[in-house]
């Protein structure tokens, strides 16, 4: 087979494999954004989008909000450092109570409340759009204690 034969082919497939793919590619993103507001402990409030199924912990990672050691363990239930509080309605709204793990990592979390949960455990859901959460002023990396 000649060079220029293979060039042919080889260009004349990846060009038919591109628009092909490109058929099925949609660029418009129809998931529904939520948002959740981060009060943090000095006042200030940085409100964030995130999608569905998105835990808190990848709303701030994938926002690049700077939460100095806010996630530590990377959402592994090893630490503390993503506690959130959330006032007594939300709390009561979220689909899933924690698990014991998660109590076992609250333990440990500064400032404590009855409606502290870990970030990385709150899963979004339409329903959650509009959430505040209070963002403790320190963290305890439970993995050091």
């Known amino acids: 087979m000649s060079v220029k ?7 004349n497939s990846c060009i038919r494999s591109r628009v092909h793919n490109m058929k099925y590619m949609s660029t418009v993103n129809n998931d529904k954004l939520i948002k959740v507001t981060f009060n943090k402990a000095n006042g200030d409030k940085i409100t ?3 999608k569905k199924g998105d835990s ?6 994938n926002n690049n ?3 100095d050691g806010y996630g530590a363990c990377e959402g592994t239930l090893t630490c503390s450092t993503c506690h959130v509080i959330l006032d007594s309605k939300d709390y009561d709204a979220l ?15 500064y400032n404590l409340t ?3 949960r870990l970030g990385c455990q709150i899963i979004l859901e339409e329903k959650l759009d ?15 204690n």
């Open 5 to 11: 034969l293979l060039k042919y082919i080889v260009s």
């Open 48 to 50: 964030a989008e995130g």
């Open 56 to 61: 808190l912990l990848d709303v701030i990672i």
């Open 65 to 67: 909000l700077d939460f």
């Open 95 to 109: 689909p899933d109570k924690p698990s014991d793990e998660e109590l076992d990592m609250l333990d440990l979390a």
């Open 114 to 116: 009855d409606t502290s």
């Open 130 to 144: 509009g959430l505040e959460v209070q963002v403790p002023a320190t963290v305890n990396d439970a993995r050091y």
